[in-house]
């Protein structure tokens, strides 16, 4: 059975490089790649990728975008990996981004995860510690931490 990774992407174009790191790591038929993007439940508009109301798109029209932009990311990697041969799906979650990458490693019994890291500076860094830092400090299985 294959070892499942988690990749952890946003909707930026860096998320191509997350994806080309698991591609040069990760081999067809060995590993299951999962990627996951979570997204601010304020701009959640459904659990799942459904269209949108007319209601929807008037009272929430940042929150549908944001959420249309997400589930297209996710989409995109997840046909993107499968066409270099992997097993993968994908999915989009409302939430905060640490917990949602934590969550879904344990779910999945993750042997690894990728994911970007953002560089700010001493000062971001210590008013707000990274996601990748963060993540890193609650799992027990490796992060291989892309540069973004």
Known sequence: MPSPILIAI???????A???LARRYCRPGEHELHVLLAIDSTFAVHDKPAPYTAEELEQYPAACE???VADQAVAEAVQWLREAGF???GCMVAGQPVEA?????QALGCELIIMGH???SRLGRLLDPSISAKVIDRVKVPVLV???
């Open 66 to 68: 944001e959420q249309r």
């Open 87 to 89: 097993a993968s799906q």
């Open 101 to 105: 990458i934590v969550d879904k490693a």
């Open 18 to 20: 997350l994806l080309a």
């Open 118 to 120: 953002r560089h700010m």
């Open 146 to 148: 892309g540069a973004t």
């Open 10 to 16: 946003d909707a930026s174009p860096a998320a191509s």
